[in-house]
């Protein structure tokens, strides 16, 4: 498994705009495919974001596509995630994750083994 560790959170208004970082530990990063999840107060972790081996193919979820964006650079073992337009719903821990199996489903937890501690993002109205 990848060590994680994500960073870039912190407390915004509505319409700003914030860019997270996971750091990758070791040098196979760019055999894993990654994910970025949300856990919003109270309620169950959530997909974000995917991210192929080599970035060439993006997945992301309704309520973000057109203001999120999901990088990496496999030379720095970084995955990005860039939010544009935050809003109060998007209040969350957000955590990072990675595999390097076959999955089916991008969007699923149970598909990623290696999961960063979170980094918090609180979004005021």
């Known amino acids: 498994q990848v060590q994680l560790v994500e960073s870039g959170g912190g407390l915004v208004q509505a319409g700003d705009s914030l860019s997270l970082s996971c750091a990758a530990s070791g040098r196979t990063f760019s055999m894993y495919v990654m994910a970025w999840f949300r856990q919003p107060p109270g309620k169950e972790r959530e997909f974000v974001a995917y991210i192929s081996r080599a970035g060439s193919v993006t997945t992301y979820a309704d309520s973000v596509k057109g203001r999120f964006t999901i990088s990496r650079d496999n030379a720095k073992n970084t995955v990005y995630l860039q939010m544009n337009s935050l809003k109060p719903e998007d209040t969350a821990v957000y955590y990072c994750?990675?595999?390097?199996?076959?999955?089916?489903?991008?969007?699923?937890?149970?598909?990623?083994?290696?999961w960063g501690q979170g980094t918090q993002v609180t979004v005021s109205s």
């Open positions: 994750a990675a595999t390097v199996n076959r999955i089916r489903s991008v969007s699923q937890t149970a598909s990623y083994d290696s």
